[in-house]
């Protein structure tokens, strides 16, 4: 039992802890005596639960820190207690008991608590346990509890029902005549019914007479016609109340229940229409707004959900994409590019006024605010929307290569291919496609001998390299000292995005040995191609996805974890290394484009599988990418400046066109 309630806990917070102690506590008191206590095993329990809960806190604490550990316990559960979503008044839960969520059982409380007040004393110890442990000081503490909700209350309903089953035996045992009893209850039920009724006639009448727009303004658009029923009905109750009071007879009853019929079909058709009536809390609405004002105000698709505004049931009517953002995500240098539009809860916000100034410092202003279920809403717009649309523009050239990282005649060859290019047509950045640094030398050593020899005159000339992971890199033991080399243009993160032009390309690059170990870069990946404005999505990483060739067993898991994100995406092409050649396998969901003969090539030896794949193993290659707003041009370009390979990588990632080589210079305009 312990066990499952620590599982309890970890699902939904200690409310089913406080509910079990308490019955047990319960218990104990209405015998006078611990034996429950000792029988339930209450202490041994407890110290199991602590500790288990401690034990989890404390592997919280290892993976992402004290101060996440401090948000868990004070700001989900004592904060969350004092001040949480969801915000009712004291009387929150009667009027849902009766009406909602227990109804119409619900209205035999009252009879039976009218009952039990007056012989309380002779109650027997288990009602006595489940009025005390179960419903009442649990339903104390969450009536006192600054957030409240009707299923809160489904852990009490099984108490309520065992109460309720107790009073009616007890009504039905004590008469012979089980029709008189039956009747009897029926009584006392309908009588309650009756003031309810007339409770309900009387606000009905003052409101609309008085205010007949409150109803309205608090989205229950009924109109007095509609309302007219449910008075009519209500006041049949007054007068059948009152003949059953008097006379006591099944004909009575028997009326009674017809009205009684008629008011629930009334009461539950009035519940089951009050979404479409009440148009303002309907998420429907709010989400076809929001995707009307992305429409209008050609936003794009996007759309950043701040904080608490991520919630499921707000959006899930929406044909926008939703990225999940918190205030982290709008601090000055945050990795994550954000959307044209956010959605943002500023009932959550402590400081409403300092996060709006946050929302301004990065370009965004209130533009409209809706209400879904019972929150407001805000949705915030860049200031200047226009602004952060592609214009056209001129070509962007880029160099690439992988494993460079040997000191080698074939490395030396390479580098100077790639500054050979630049001089030709400026590169805007050159990508290292991994394995940069081969061997176990000292860092400051390797670095020396196998980069900067043969890439020092490209950084002399001004161009910015960035570099991805590789396996020797991993294997060397290099690869903290190349996060935070600055040259490797890696900014201390072994992931990361680069956009070039006006949002015309965006490179991500990739760490593949950190994919299957831990989820936070496919979400990292995933949340920043949704929100990219780029036409022209490229992947760098170390590993390519496939290959015709046996050179290295490829690893599958990344390539089903990677292949419907970036198809999801819109990706369109992936550049890689690893294998010591230049390839371009048959297209396979997304296209691969294989450059790892950057210090090396293995030859003769390595042979296609199939025939329609581009394979070139004689020479060092290096990558040639030319990138405009109409197009994207990429050249295989080997050792001794032969351009082995040219194709154009298709816009909406189906792959890529062969593109006919005339001659060397001729494949360079």
């Known amino acids: 039992m312990w066990l499952l309630l620590a599982a309890a806990f970890f699902t939904k917070g200690p409310l089913a802890i406080l509910i079990v102690v308490s019955v047990i506590a319960g218990e104990a008191i209405a015998r006078r005596s611990f034996a429950p206590l000792r029988q339930a095993k209450l202490w041994q329990g407890l110290l199991l639960n602590g500790a288990l809960i401690a034990l989890w806190l404390w592997a919280q604490r290892m993976e992402a820190g004290a101060e996440f550990v401090g948000e868990q316990v004070s700001g989900q559960t004592v904060d969350r207690f004092l001040s949480g979503d969801h915000e009712g008044p004291f009387w929150y839960y009667f009027h849902r008991l009766f009406v909602s969520i227990m109804f119409p059982w619900a209205i035999l409380l009252l009879p039976m608590g009218q009952r039990w007040l007056r012989g309380h004393r002779r109650l027997s110890p288990v009602v006595r346990t489940i009025l005390a442990g179960w419903i009442g000081f649990p339903f104390l503490v969450l009536m006192l509890a600054s957030g409240k909700r009707e299923t809160y209350l489904l852990p009490l309903l099984p108490g309520l029902a065992l109460l309720i089953g107790a009073y009616l035996d007890g009504r039905l045992a004590r008469n012979e005549n089980r029709r008189l009893a039956i009747s009897h209850i029926l009584n006392g039920l309908f009588s309650f019914l009756a003031l309810f009724a007339a409770a309900t006639l009387v606000t009905g009448g003052i409101v609309l007479i008085a205010r007949p727009d409150w109803l309205w303004n608090h989205d229950f658009l009924l109109r007095r016609w509609q309302l007219t029923p449910i008075v009519i009905l209500a006041s049949l109750f007054v007068w059948t109340a009152l003949i059953v009071r008097s006379r006591r007879h099944e004909t009575a009853t028997a009326i009674v229940g017809l009205c009684s019929l008629l008011f629930l079909g009334a009461l539950t058709m009035f519940t089951l229409a009050r979404p479409a009536l009440g148009h303002h809390k309907s998420t429907r609405s709010f989400t076809e707004s929001l995707d009307a004002f992305l429409a209008k105000n050609d936003l794009g698709n996007a759309v ?56 301004a410092d990065a370009g965004y202003a209130p ?303």
Not at 327 to 347: F, K, T
Not at 448 to 475: C, I, Q, T, W, Y
Not at 507 to 521: A, E, I, K, N, R
């Open 304 to 359: 950043g959900l701040l904080d608490r505004a991520d919630k499921p049931e707000y959006h899930v009517y929406g044909r926008y994409l939703g990225v999940s953002l918190d205030r982290d995500d709008l601090m000055p240098g945050a990795r994550l590019r954000l959307p044209n539009v956010l959605v943002v809860r500023e009932d959550d916000w402590k400081n409403v006024a300092a996060n709006r100034k946050r929302l």
């Open 367 to 669: 533009a409209a605010e809706y209400a879904a279920t019972r929150d407001l809403l805000t949705v915030y717009a860049r200031n200047d929307p226009a602004a952060a649309e592609p214009a056209s523009q001129a070509t962007l050239r880029f160099g690439m290569a992988g494993d460079t990282g040997r000191d080698t005649k074939c490395a030396s060859n390479v580098a100077g291919g790639i500054l050979d290019a630049h001089h030709e047509s400026p590169l805007s950045a050159v990508f290292l496609l991994g394995d940069n640094l081969y061997g176990y030398d000292p860092f400051e050593e390797s670095i020396g001998d196998r980069f900067e020899k043969n890439f020092g005159a490209l950084l002399s000339a001004g161009v910015p390299v960035h570099a991805a992971l590789g396996n020797h890199d991993l294997k060397g033991g290099y690869e903290r000292d190349e996060l935070v080399y600055e040259p490797f243009g890696m900014g201390g993160d072994s992931y990361y995005d680069l956009t070039f032009g006006d949002d015309l390309v965006t490179f991500f690059v990739l760490d593949h040995y950190d994919l299957t170990t831990s989820p936070d870069q496919i979400l990292w990946l995933e949340r920043s191609l949704l929100t990219c404005r780029s036409k022209w999505r490229l992947v760098v990483m170390h590993e390519p996805l496939h290959s015709t060739t046996d050179i290295h067993g490829l690893s599958e898991s990344v390539r089903s974890l990677l292949t419907p994100v970036f198809r999801g995406g819109g990706v369109q092409a992936v550049f890689a290394g690893h294998l010591h050649v230049y390839e371009r396998p048959p297209f396979e969901d997304i296209l691969q484009v294989t450059s790892g003969g950057g210090s090396k090539v293995d030859g003769d030896a390595v042979e296609a599988r199939t025939a329609d794949s581009i394979l070139y193993n004689t020479q060092g290659t290096f990558l040639r990418l030319a990138v405009s707003e109409e197009q994207a041009v990429c050249e295989a370009v080997a050792e001794d400046g032969t351009v082995v390979d040219r194709f154009r990588i298709a816009a909406n990632g189906s792959g890529a066109e062969p593109i006919a080589i005339a001659s060397t210079a001729d494949s360079r305009e």
